[in-house]
């Protein structure tokens, strides 16, 4: 167990003893160390006043403290690993620190820090406190002013929030920049960089005819590589304006793409700071997902400027309220720039493949957790994705005016305030007049609603009765489950496949999907002037992030499949006909009896294969089998070997059976044209790759070659590295040539790199972790930075037959890699930590294995608590 005095809880929370109005920032760099040099103007909080000040601090040698340009001696105030206090101090004062850092040694990345000879920050969520002392925490609001000093030929480009007031020259080849920023933030919105960095520049006119000048910095080296990033911005502030009325508000914006980075992105005031990941693309180098994951990311963080930065947290378990409303908005944005349907399914599968766990498991949480013993890791996806569900419900049951409404009411309301999610709902009820009392509870209950779904067809009546049932499991610390208000969407298709108008007894509006705002735990609907039997189509679009439980048959899913008018509950249907079919040949294996081809599975395949009509992206996605993770969840305890045995049978079998259509639409799809990145040409690749696949698991030698004329032919990226996938993975005779050739390549391109090796940790073989462990020691390898230790590290453990052999083998591997990674990046660590917290889900032999390596874990000397907390609530009983 835990001390509870490491815990902190949000009952507990109270405003600070003080308030920081304003902070005059200066940061001297030098190459072996920095001196930080920070002037406080502070007042006593008249709420609940005291005469001493505690400030947070770790990792700095402090020099100096001036109470009122006093200089104070030692017994004026305690030092200890992580604070500063300040005895015997009046309502109002001006306290001046001077400290000493090392950011060369900062290899946690958290604070200030180097990266690749760049002075860079992130200071979310406690970073600030490694830079200077301060009361660190989001609540506390000032109008900060940094100066940047540096060696001007080593470091040209000086670099802070808000707008540039004064720069000029020093003695000994030093120059400095001013940095005003006019908006009162938290410090772990303060950025700041110092390097050699190339940059490109644009501008945007305002909705008010503002200019505003925009600039993205980046390496010499791949600057080119910025331009997309450039337009997606310019995209998403123009976006912001015409859907949520939102208008930038200083005189510039910029980005840094920076190679060491935790996050993908940080959405400092003015200065955001980026994973050079979320940033650098050309066709050459980067794929189709690549570009879509900047769409969104870009403008995730550009969204924050009002969402988190305007608006801010009043504490860490209110970070959902930043992070949930922004994802949504940019999970918007990305269905707008993009395609629709395909951006949901996206969102879809994510979710449950990665949420579902979580939410089922010893690390279940709620959106707004009620405590936490380190807040880094509650960034996860359910403070952030089913953050985002929860608002997209809300969106739902309010309609999308008095959505827009609520949250003109909640920015104007707020404006430079650090508030909790009840003042989010609190402005959508104001602003819509729907009571959203039952609906909060979405942020308190942890785990995943079941919605039990039986119906009823009367002829003689002609209407049809649908049964919602919803349950919840027990989650830890929460036995008991209430009903939550949940708006479940469906529709009704006749025997042509028409959405049939529906119409309730208790409402006489009509709509093809008919949204139930379900608020009990069990109630029966009942909708009239049905003509005939229809077919149901459930949770049309995810309405809300639940399981659902309905007893389709295979013809009904079939059916929806090839009619659904409603594109995202077709790709549903297509995902639960397979795990349907799935699970009977697990039981077949089980039984030691012989698989048998699914054949409506597969005539349902081949039917949608020949439909010139449907959107090629769709079909690739139907094509797509569900999650293993997602699967592991529809059972209570996994057999790996019938799962990896029946998944195998199924892939192959589509592939034999279908080679001679996938051969036609891989032909059809295959193009010689110039890259370009948009849906329609996104849609024909994504098609052709994924024939592609299934082509080279048919095991005809003409189709591996096909694959090694495309991988060395391909014109870009996402077809490159499509060939190189299926090649490497499930063609051992063109294997170690493509990934030779693809190293060459590509060796000077680190993001490239860590596609080569991510693509050779999710080989499937029985010398994948000897393969693994091997890449440890290449030279373009580097356990110190977070990209190469997800591309390596984190595709390994979500190589499901790989890692989970029974020798246990894997599980050690990746217990030496967390303790070893621990020492150098805690947050790093603990995120890899979560794939041995399922070890419950599995057979008693692996649930053993798991389990040591978790003690072994948790004896570890000098553990983080980062990593603490993640093994101690997986061993929790």
């Not at 000040?53 to 770790?58: D, F, S």
């Not at 009361?135 to 802070?160: G, H, N, Q, W």
């Not at 570890?860 to 929790?876: A, F, G, N, Q, Y």
Request: hydrophobic fraction near 40%; charge should be neutral.
């Amino acid at each position: 167990m835990v001390s509870n005095s490491e815990i902190k809880y949000r009952k507990n929370y109270k405003q600070p003893a003080h308030w920081i109005d304003k902070v005059e920032l200066t940061i001297d760099l030098f190459e072996d160390y920095v001196l930080v040099y920070s002037k406080l103007f502070v007042k006593v909080n008249p709420n609940d006043p005291a005469s001493t000040l505690i400030l947070n601090g770790e990792n700095q040698e402090l020099l100096e403290v001036k109470l009122n340009t006093k200089t104070l001696t030692a017994d004026h105030y305690q030092l200890t690993h992580d604070s500063l206090t300040v005895v015997n101090t009046p309502d109002e004062f001006i306290l001046e620190l001077t400290s000493k850092i090392n950011p060369q040694e900062n290899v946690a990345l958290m604070g200030l820090y180097n990266s690749g000879g760049n002075f860079c920050t992130q200071c979310e969520a406690e970073g600030f406190r490694r830079i200077s002392y301060y009361i660190d925490r989001p609540d506390v609001m000032a109008v900060f002013t940094t100066t940047v000093i540096a060696k001007k030929e080593k470091y040209p480009v000086l670099l802070s929030n808000g707008n540039l007031i004064e720069k000029g020259n020093l003695k000994e080849g030093r120059h400095y920049a001013k940095w005003h920023d006019p908006f009162k933030k938290p410090c772990y919105l303060f950025a700041m960089i110092a390097g050699n960095l190339a940059v490109i520049e644009d501008y945007f006119v305002t909705c008010s005819k503002r200019k505003v000048t925009l600039r993205i910095f980046a390496a010499r080296n791949v600057i080119a590589k910025c331009h997309y990033a450039m337009q997606a911005l310019k995209k998403a502030m123009k976006w912001d304006e015409e859907i949520y009325g939102r208008e930038y508000d200083l005189d510039i914006f910029m980005i840094v793409a920076v190679n060491d980075f935790n996050f993908g992105a940080m959405e400092n005031k003015g200065l955001n700071i980026f994973n050079d990941k979320y940033i650098l693309v050309d066709s050459k180098t980067a794929t189709d997902l690549d570009y879509s994951n900047i769409d969104a990311v870009v403008g995730h963080e550009y969204f924050h400027n009002w969402s988190g930065n305007r608006v801010t947290v009043r504490d860490w378990f209110q970070l959902s309220l930043k992070e949930g409303f922004t994802v949504f908005r940019d999970h918007s944005f990305s269905e707008a720039v993009g395609s629709k349907a395909i951006q949901r399914i996206e969102q879809i599968k994510k979710f449950r493949t990665f949420q579902f766990p979580e939410d089922a498991g010893p690390l279940a949480h709620s959106v707004r957790p009620d405590s936490y013993m380190e807040i880094n890791n509650f960034y996860t996806v359910t403070i952030y994705e089913k953050g985002a569900e929860v608002i997209r419900m809300l969106q739902t049951i309010l309609g999308p005016e008095k959505f827009r409404k609520g949250t003109d009411l909640y920015f104007s309301r707020n404006d430079g305030k650090a508030v909790s999610c009840d003042d989010f709902v609190q402005a959508l009820q104001d602003a819509s007049d729907i009571d959203l009392t039952l609906f909060k509870k979405w942020y308190n209950q942890a785990g995943t609603p079941i919605i039990k779904v039986t119906t009823a067809y009367d002829q003689e009546k002609a209407s049809y009765r649908i049964r919602l049932q919803q349950s919840c499991l027990p989650t830890p610390g929460q036995p008991h489950k209430d009903p939550l208000h949940i708006p479940f969407a469906f529709g009704l298709l006749n025997k042509a496949g028409e959405d049939i108008p529906l119409q309730s007894r208790q409402d006489l509006t009509s709509s093809k999907t008919y949204v139930i705002n379900f608020t009990e735990k069990d109630k029966e609907f009942t909708f009239i002037n049905i003509a005939e039997k229809p077919i149901p189509s459930l949770l049309r679009h995810f309405s809300a992030p639940v399981k659902l439980e309905y007893n389709y048959s295979e013809e009904e899913l079939a059916f929806l499949m090839a009619k659904d008018n409603d594109a995202v509950a077709r790709w549903e249907a297509s995902q639960q006909l397979a795990t349907l079919v799935l699970f009977k040949l697990m039981k077949q294996y089980q039984a030691k009896e012989k698989l048998t081809k699914p054949q409506q599975y597969l005539d349902s395949l081949n039917t949608l294969l020949k439909d010139r009509k449907v959107d090629k992206a769709l079909v690739a996605e139907m094509f797509t089998l569900p999650e293993i993770n997602y699967l592991i969840e529809l059972v209570d305890k996994i057999d790996v070997e019938a799962l990896v045995s029946a998944r195998k049978f199924l892939q192959n079998t589509i592939a034999e059976t279908l080679q001679t259509e996938l051969l036609v639409v891989y032909k059809e799809n295959l193009t010689q044209k110039p890259y370009e990145y948009n849906s329609h040409r996104a849609a024909e690749r994504a098609l052709k790759n994924i024939a592609l696949f299934y082509l080279i698991l048919a095991k005809e030698d003409a189709y591996g070659q096909l694959g090694y004329e495309q991988f060395k032919a391909a014109n870009n990226m996402t077809d490159e590295y499509a060939a190189l996938c299926v090649l490497v993975i499930y063609n051992v005779n063109y294997q170690q040539e493509v990934l030779e050739m693809f190293y060459q390549k590509w060796q000077s391109d680190h993001l490239v790199i860590d596609k080569w090796f991510a693509v050779q940790a999710r080989i499937i073989g029985s010398n994948t972790l000897e393969r693994v462990k091997t890449l440890l020691k290449h030279p373009a390898f580097n356990i110190k930075n977070p990209n190469k230790v997800r591309a390596l590290l984190g595709s390994f453990v979500r190589n499901f037959e790989c890692f989970h052999t029974k020798d246990g083998k894997s599980y050690e591997f990746i217990t030496e890699q967390i303790i070893q990674l621990d020492k150098i990046n805690p947050m790093g660590a603990a995120r890899l930590v979560t794939v041995l917290s399922q070890w419950r889900k599995f057979d008693e032999v692996r649930q053993q294995l798991m389990k040591d390596q978790l003690i072994r874990i948790k004896t570890s000397p000098s553990l983080s608590t980062d990593v603490l907390e993640i093994v101690s609530k997986s061993l929790e009983d």
